[in-house]
């Protein structure tokens, strides 16, 4: 199957750390997209991983990857009220397709 | 630079009439095109995408309809709306042959009243 999964929501305090945890199905996939979508918006790419590293930093953005338990997760440091929105992991598979997980829902409170 | 440009913004139609959404890519060509749909919950559907002009790959069987009668031109249609068809419609470009990521449109709110 071509399956990401996500949890779908996450609440955290302004100031801290926001970890969004995503598992993926297709092994072959070469990269791992995390995107960012406020309300009525459309997707805004936030970073992306290829597969044969291990982590991405970027910024407040940092990206893990494990690819033996095809895990990722994006880590948000001193995450802001403007974080607030649905993140989504997604895998490329065959025939240069993304396909998406759920979406998170991080909520910043004050 | 490239640019995505999705029209209109939000529409709201009767049931049983028509639809058309266009979407056009600049700064770039031969591109693959992508309609998407998100429901009330928040999952992204993928309804169709194109390698090439004429090129259509449907991915579920629907009442809608893709076209691409431009390089840079991707038209989601249909005939007659159903209720059933209200959601926010995302179009996607993504460079042709490199692994690279999807690039959205600021969408459409489409409601079927």
């Known amino acids: 199957g071509e399956d990401v999964e996500q949890s779908l929501f996450l609440s955290v305090r302004e100031g801290d750390s926001s970890v969004i945890n995503c598992t993926y199905t297709?092994?072959?996939?070469?990269?791992l997209y995390w995107y960012k979508q406020e309300p009525g918006a459309g997707l805004q790419l936030l970073t992306y991983?290829?597969?044969?590293?291990d982590m991405k930093q970027d910024q407040r953005l940092t990206v893990l990857l494990n690819k033996k338990d095809k895990h990722l997760s994006l880590r948000i440091a001193d995450t802001q009220t403007g974080d607030s929105a649905i993140y989504f992991c997604s895998q490329e598979t065959s025939g240069s397709r993304l396909t998406f997980g759920e979406g998170t829902q991080l909520t910043v409170n004050p | 630079s490239q640019t995505i440009h999705q029209w209109p913004a939000t529409l709201v139609q009767p049931v049983g009439s028509p639809l058309s959404l266009e979407c056009t890519v600049e700064g770039t060509s031969n591109p693959n095109l992508y309609w998407y749909r998100q429901a009330a919950g928040r999952g992204l559907q993928l309804l169709f995408y194109?390698?090439?002009?004429?090129?259509i790959s449907s991915e579920v069987p629907q009442n809608l309809s893709a076209s691409r009668p431009q390089d840079r031109q991707f038209i989601l249609s249909s005939k007659k709306l159903l209720l059933s068809d209200s959601g926010f419609y995302l179009c996607?470009?993504?460079?042709?042959?490199?692994?690279?990521?999807?690039?959205f449109g600021n969408g459409t709110r489409l409601t079927v009243t």
């Open positions: 194109s390698v090439g002009i004429g090129q």
């Open positions: 996607a470009w993504k460079r042709e042959f490199d692994n690279s990521p999807l690039h």
């Open positions: 297709d092994s072959s996939s070469t990269y």
């Open positions: 991983i290829f597969s044969n590293m």
